[in-house]
């Protein structure tokens, strides 16, 4: 059940795999909408905060693209997934509380239960977008495979989804993703 507080408008649910692009083009989204109209959220952020609690660690430390979060994140991702067991949507009511603009990019979706959440809560406001890059393109982004991560279902969990509202290829061609992430952009306007 969603959280008693604002309504959205339009709930974009991004994902993809790592290195993809998810935060570069929600947060290309949210600076072509603007702060005011647009939140960016991201799951992973009270499942971090949370983690970083129970652990006693560095939460900022935890959030951003380092060395000491990649030495917590297999055992991160194993205990995100017991909160999870527990109640699926924990992390999806702690993301939205307190969210007051009309869009919600929420970047980094990565299990059908995280779609499921937002289906639930807020119905046909939501629509799902896949970032897709080639596994080259990835690679140059500074992808690496890493087993128990790369394919763990935080990273597979919506490989077999079945279709999704929008799919933005990012394999490095800024013209095409231009043109894309213009094409959301006045959808997003169009349900305003």
Known sequence: MAPQGDVPRLVLLVSGKRKSGKDFVAEALRSRLGADLCAVLRLSSPLKERYAQEHGLDFQ???GASVYKEA?????????????QADPGFFCRKVVEGVSQPVWLVSDTRRASDIQWFREAYGAVTQTVRVVALEQSRQQRGWVFTAGVDDAESECGLDNFGAFDWVI????????LEE?????????HSRL
């Open 61 to 63: 430390r935890l959030l």
């Open 72 to 84: 917590y994140r297999r055992d991160m991702i194993r205990w995100g997934e017991e909160k999870r």
């Open 180 to 188: 894309q992430l213009e094409d959301l952009v006045a959808f997003v």
């Open 169 to 176: 290829e990012n394999h490095g061609d800024e013209r095409q």
